[in-house]
């Protein structure tokens, strides 16, 4: 491995006025294509390349205007004509495009060192982190934002109808979503550490991504580095104990920068209430009971959005405008996306692949459709997902589902040291409890137990990152009625 053209944030910074030319190199990933798009705006001239292009983030870099290129037929001499190579985190350390990119002679760094030095240094920035609802509560803030005229930039690892997934704005607040999965094959810290952050929302912190942390001890300390660089405002989820150890154990932090919220808080949320029009609550703040309406429902939902409730009230803005600023609020794709009807039966698209996402999803979808049945499929996709790591966590998490339908992972885990998720046993422990289940292996088994639980009142769930066997490309999205 030859590191000696790695720029890291410093690197990026001293560099930052002769840098013109960037080459995102396998720029199709989500966070890799929305930080070009970042880059773009802020004036640098960007190109990109990959080996496949597939929508969402193929469609939307088509309409950016990035020249993208297939990277086998990018010479080498014409890599040499940039200033900077941004490297996705999906090149390997091992591989002939890691060599490569060593040998050009040209500068590298990953994604989030180029938008940490070049995009963020100067800007106000809430990184929105945690095991869960990272995505939503960054784009929630981001629109509460903008419906209080505020301008927020953004940059949202997701798919969000009718725009794209970075902006930079014009505001003085800039919500990024800051996931602790590691950079690149040269830089394993957390993406987060490199987003210049002066204030972090903390939704959540349990173990996951077991193919590169061993423990959740693992995943605070990438946490640890950080906190005591954010001299603004730290808001965390009281409810996880990792994150009260974070507030004990990490040295160097101002603990009157912490703002609390969750169940177990004073703040709240408290009273929460859900219909089918959406949900009330109240927050206790500065000693004063404020009440809220949106039509988010779910009540993991509802603690995303009181992250940023209080992040806004926190800087000064009242209960009326922010009342006003969450009563239409829009959910990314994929989390709890109502897709449209087969054959009269309504079907919801979500991302949840670890326990406690599968247990607050199928909670949020029965609070919203009390009378319906839920039919679930999950697809085991993510690495930590296909191991055996949750194995009685996911088959718990399926109690309040009235059936269920695992499709069998097409690869096994790539976390060490486990074995694969017994998708087998859970069918097994489901039917004891006198609910349907089965596994499939391919889609034409999928459509199948599909058609078994057509209906008014059925109401199928499909929990998956992935494509669900292939579902989401195939004729069924055709046949959705909206």
Request: glycine share 8%; charged share 25%; proline share 4%.
């Amino acid at each position: 491995m030859n590191l000696k053209n790695k720029l890291d944030y410093q690197g990026l910074r001293s560099r930052a006025n002769v840098i013109k030319k960037v080459f995102f190199y396998r720029i199709c990933g989500t966070g890799m294509g929305a930080a070009a798009c970042l880059l773009k705006e802020k004036g640098y001239d960007v190109e990109g390349g990959d080996t496949n292009f597939y929508p969402p983030m193929s469609t939307y870099l088509s309409t950016t205007g990035i020249p993208c290129h297939q990277v086998a037929q990018v010479t080498t001499e014409y890599l040499k004509s940039f200033d900077l190579i941004v490297v996705g985190n999906v090149v390997p350390g091992s591989g002939s495009e890691a060599r490569l990119i060593e040998e050009l002679g040209v500068p590298f760094c990953s994604f989030p060192s180029a938008i940490g030095a070049l995009v963020l240094a100067d800007v106000n920035v809430i990184g929105i982190a945690g095991t869960h609802g990272k995505t939503t509560t960054t784009y929630l803030a981001t629109q509460v934002f903008e419906n209080l005229k505020l301008n927020p930039g953004y940059l949202i690892g997701g798919v969000m109808e009718g725009r794209p997934s970075s902006r930079l704005g014009s505001g003085k607040y800039f919500f990024i979503e800051s996931d602790e999965y590691d950079s690149a094959y040269f830089e394993k810290i957390s993406k987060f550490r490199s987003y210049s952050l002066d204030n972090m929302i903390l939704t959540s912190l349990e173990f996951d991504h077991a193919d590169i942390f061993s423990s959740v001890e693992d995943i605070k300390n990438q946490f640890k580095p950080a906190l005591p660089n954010i001299d603004k405002k730290i808001i965390v989820n009281r409810d996880y104990s990792a994150i009260v150890e974070l507030f004990t154990e990490t040295e160097g932090i101002n603990k009157k920068n912490w703002y609390f919220y969750g169940e177990s808080s004073e703040l709240g949320p408290k009273n929460v209430k859900t219909s089918t029009e959406g949900s009330t609550f109240e927050m206790n703040f500065s000693g004063k009971t404020l009440t809220f309406k949106t039509n988010v429902i779910g009540f993991h939902n509802i603690l995303n959005l009181t992250a940023v409730i209080e992040y806004a009230l926190l800087e000064g803005i009242s209960e009326s405008e922010i009342n006003e600023a969450i009563k239409n609020l829009q959910m990314v794709k994929r989390r709890q996306e109502e897709r449209g009807f087969y054959k009269k039966t309504l079907v919801i698209d979500d991302f949840a692949h670890h326990p406690r996402a599968v247990v607050l999803t199928i909670d949020a979808i029965k609070a919203k459709y009390p009378a319906k049945k839920i039919h679930v499929i999950m697809e085991p996709n993510s690495a930590t997902a296909r191991s055996a790591i949750f194995q009685k966590e996911f088959s718990a998490s399926l109690d309040k589902a009235d059936s269920v339908v695992f499709t069998k992972p097409t690869r096994p885990t790539s976390v060490k040291g486990v074995g694969d998720l017994d998708i087998y046993k859970i069918t097994e422990e489901v039917k004891a409890s006198g609910r349907p289940a089965r596994v499939v292996g391919d889609i034409k088994e999928l459509r199948e137990e599909i058609e078994k639980n057509i209906g008014e009142n059925n109401l199928i769930l499909i929990l998956s990152n992935g494509t669900c066997l292939g579902l989401w490309e195939s004729e069924f999205v055709k046949e959705l009625q909206k």
